[in-house]
């Protein structure tokens, strides 16, 4: 079975920190993606990668930033939090090819509060 | 733009059938997908349709039109269980997805 990890389920910040949430896949996974998910507003695409080193800004990339220096590891920074980003934060992996039923994987998800 | 719809909540009855609608925008499209979210859970993968025509995996279905960017989940002899929000995603040609804002069905018994 594929497992998706993220390092907290739950996470509590002060305005104005630097928070990593850290992901990590064990199935060899090409792509990885963040989201935030929002009441009323569905699953957001912050970033997503499909290799080592690669990056792609999603719809709101906004105040985030990700690292992707392993296959398996994809980090999502929030260079300095704001209330604004409390949410819950999912991350994802798939295998990379585009012509097939390649789900994605979805972790248990970070609830982040920040204050 | 890559606007996905899908209504935002539903009701029905157990034992009844239910068909949640998706709309996006066709352009660059290369698959959609849907997906089951219990409450304070992930989403879980349902079903792929990349080519028209319905596809049926048990009590579920989907059906594909990419022609008229259309789509449905259909569930048949609903259980209690299958109250849940359920998710329409598209992926496009860069490979990456989005997601509709997802349609919470509620099953009554």
């Known amino acids: 079975d594929v497992k998706v990890t993220q390092s907290s389920r739950y996470l509590v910040k002060r305005t104005g920190e630097k928070v990593f949430l850290e992901c990590v896949q064990d199935?060899?996974?090409?792509?990885m993606f963040w989201y935030r998910q929002d009441p009323g507003l569905g699953l957001r695409l912050i970033y997503f990668?499909?290799?080592?080193?690669?990056?792609e800004k999603g719809d709101i990339p906004e105040g985030y930033s990700v690292s992707r220096e392993k296959k398996e590891r994809f980090s999502l920074i929030l260079e300095s939090a704001s209330t604004n980003q409390t949410s819950m934060y999912l991350c994802?992996?798939?295998?990379?090819?585009?012509?097939?039923?390649?789900?994605?994987?979805f972790g248990p998800g970070t609830r982040l509060t920040v204050l | 733009g890559q606007n996905i719809d899908q209504p935002t909540e539903m009701t029905a009855t157990e034992g009844a059938i239910v068909q949640i609608n998706c709309t996006y925008q066709?352009?660059?499209?290369?698959?959609l997908f849907w997906y089951q979210q219990h409450a304070g859970e992930a989403p879980t993968f349902l079903s792929y349709?990349?080519?028209?025509g319905l596809e049926e995996k048990g009590r579920f279905s989907s059906f594909l039109s990419r022609s008229k960017g259309y789509s449905y989940l259909l569930l048949k002899e609903l259980q209690m269980k299958d109250s849940a929000s359920y998710l329409c995603?598209?992926?496009?040609?860069?490979?990456?997805?989005?997601f509709g804002a997802g349609t919470r069905l509620t099953v009554k018994p």
């Open positions: 349709n990349v080519l028209d």
């Open positions: 066709t352009s660059g499209f290369n698959g």
């Open positions: 995603a598209v992926r496009w040609e860069r490979n990456d997805m989005r």
């Open positions: 990668s499909y290799d080592v080193k690669m990056k």
């Open positions: 994802a992996s798939s295998l990379y090819p585009r012509d097939h039923d390649n789900e994605q994987f």
């Open positions: 199935m060899d996974h090409e792509n």
